[in-house]
């Protein structure tokens, strides 16, 4: 196993094939959920918003990317905190991998990629559904692919990094309620950023979901905001140090 | 019964043990306390402002947040009872077995049960609180019309953990919690939370009566503006009933876990 793309590709599979025995308790979380919020939502308040400040396209158009986003990102958090926990400590799946020739990088990539492959099978899922419901074009179930995969590793990366760094996994409801949920609320998911104070604005445009809201608006809607290139180049700043710190915390974790 | 409501509140004591034991024990129930707040500010300030369609009743921000507000108080008390009554509850009657070490004190498992409802009730208050006096100060509600809320949630507290406790024994493992949870976040959406009832439709507004969450809501907001009459007591009326025998539920199943 010279090859690190083949390593990877063994951690992956290992991860899948664990994935395709265990699929259905994931089932409605990750792909009756976003429908239920969209509905939801778009239920509740289609009719009473002021489309202007919406772009114009009506409340559920607006609401179908940013809900997308926010699922990628809970289902990233979601992989990588629990699930990595449990394979340092309980399962102990990465001390037995460390035995083999893989090295620490095959096993936090191969772990990335996963994470991208569940988020772009949710999101298929999803914009299938939505685009089939005639709420945005066909052509968008391929298009959120890239923004959804973005999203994946920039979330990914930093919430595996906690996953190997913590000794108690009571850790994980509070980073779900002081992390999790003022973002998905102050990103610009259910409403505009500029309908917040400015300094939210500001604290947004430095996490990684606004930046992936944005992107993934973009592809669903085939328009661009002038700013692609740094949504991107936030995602990057993300996933980088992210997977620096993990290779710190796997390499700590599993050296004995 | 004074025996009775000592081993009720052993049962609560041992939570209350556990929750110091543990590091982000604390922590986290102290974000709990954040969860209205956050939310007011998101979708009161968010979609408040957006607030200005044919359909909608709201003149401006201020007046949907006063909408708004009271609604958010029972969506505190649904999350946390649903995670002490469904999520920690399950854990200890199955996965760690603490209830196997409890029944072998004089504790029966009515008074597990009574103790697990009373633990979650008053922690589901305890978080309330200062959402509340904040909501209560931003003039969102009269100071009167705050403790009605706490009155209400109280009693909400004690039938939504009831009916979490009622469905939990039903179980058959972890993957049952995904439809639980599923469950949950579809009542706080389609109960008249975020928006009116008949914003969803005749039909929709129909099937939402059949969600306590909705009446549950509706009680919160009468107690905020100081009205309450025949049809809250009517709501008060079905919701014991329907706590009553969740609770009678999980008792028998929680004897048939443990004593068989």
């Given at each position: 196993m010279s090859n690190p793309v083949a390593r990877i590709c063994a951690v992956f599979e290992l991860q899948l094939r664990f994935h395709l025995r265990t699929w259905r308790g994931g089932l409605f979380s990750a792909f009756v959920l976003p429908l239920i919020v969209t509905y939801g939502f778009g239920l509740a308040f289609g009719d009473e918003l002021d489309a202007h400040a919406l772009g114009g396209a009506g409340y559920v158009a607006f609401l179908i990317p940013g809900v997308l986003a926010a699922t990628i990102f809970e289902i990233a958090v979601g992989e990588s905190t629990w699930p990595v926990w449990s394979r340092f400590t309980w399962i102990g799946t990465y001390h037995a991998l460390r035995a083999t020739p893989?090295?620490?990088?095959?096993?936090?990539?191969?772990?990335?990629?996963?994470?991208v492959l569940r988020a772009l099978v949710v999101a298929t899922v999803y914009v299938a559904v939505v685009a089939a419901l005639g709420f945005v074009p066909a052509r968008a179930v391929l298009a959120v692919w890239p923004p959804c995969a973005g999203i994946a590793v920039a979330i990914a990366a930093p919430a595996t990094a906690l996953g190997a760094l913590v000794d108690n996994d009571s850790w994980f409801p509070v980073v779900q309620r002081a992390v999790v949920l003022p973002l998905t609320l102050t990103s610009g998911v259910f409403f505009p950023l500029a309908e917040l104070p400015p300094v939210c604005a500001t604290v947004a445009a430095l996490t990684p979901l606004w930046h992936g809201v944005e992107i993934t608006r973009a592809a669903v809607g085939n328009a661009t905001d002038g700013g692609t290139l740094v949504h991107w180049l936030v995602l990057l700043a993300w996933a980088v140090p992210g997977y620096a710190v993990c290779h710190i915390a796997f390499s700590r974790r599993l050296a004995t | 019964v004074r025996y009775r409501l000592v081993r009720v509140a052993a049962v609560v004591g041992r939570n209350v043990d556990y929750l110091r034991a543990s590091p982000a024990g604390w922590l986290g129930a102290l974000t709990a306390c954040f969860e209205p707040m956050l939310y007011l500010g998101g979708f009161g300030y968010g979609l408040g402002e957006l607030m200005g369609g044919a359909k909608s009743g709201f003149a401006g921000t201020a007046e949907y947040m006063r909408f708004l507000a009271p609604a958010l108080v029972a969506a505190s008390i649904l999350s946390v009872t649903t995670v002490e009554t469904t999520f920690n509850f399950y854990s200890k009657l199955r996965a760690i077995q603490v209830y196997d070490a409890v029944i072998m004190t004089p504790c029966t498992p009515l008074e597990i049960a009574a103790g697990e409802l009373a633990w979650a009730s008053l922690l589901a208050v305890a978080s309330a609180v200062p959402g509340v006096a904040l909501m209560a100060a931003l003039g969102l509600f009269s100071w009167s019309g705050a403790v009605g809320a706490l009155v209400v949630s109280l009693f909400a507290a004690v039938c939504l953990s009831a009916i979490g406790l009622g469905v939990t024994v039903f179980a058959r493992g972890w993957q049952d919690f995904e439809i639980i949870g599923v469950v949950?976040?579809?009542?706080?959406?389609?109960?008249?939370?975020?928006?009116?009832?008949e914003n969803c439709g005749r039909v929709a507004a129909t099937i939402a009566q059949l969600s306590p969450f909705t009446h549950v809501v509706a009680l919160t907001r009468a107690a905020t503006g100081g009205h309450f009459g025949w049809v809250e007591l009517a709501r008060v009326g079905g919701l014991a009933a329907m706590a009553m025998a969740s609770l009678a539920i999980a008792r028998r199943q929680i004897a048939r876990t443990l004593l068989a």
């Open positions: 893989l090295r620490i990088s095959d096993i936090i990539l191969g772990h990335y990629l996963f994470v | 949950q976040y579809a009542m706080l959406l389609f109960s008249g939370t975020f928006a009116p009832l």
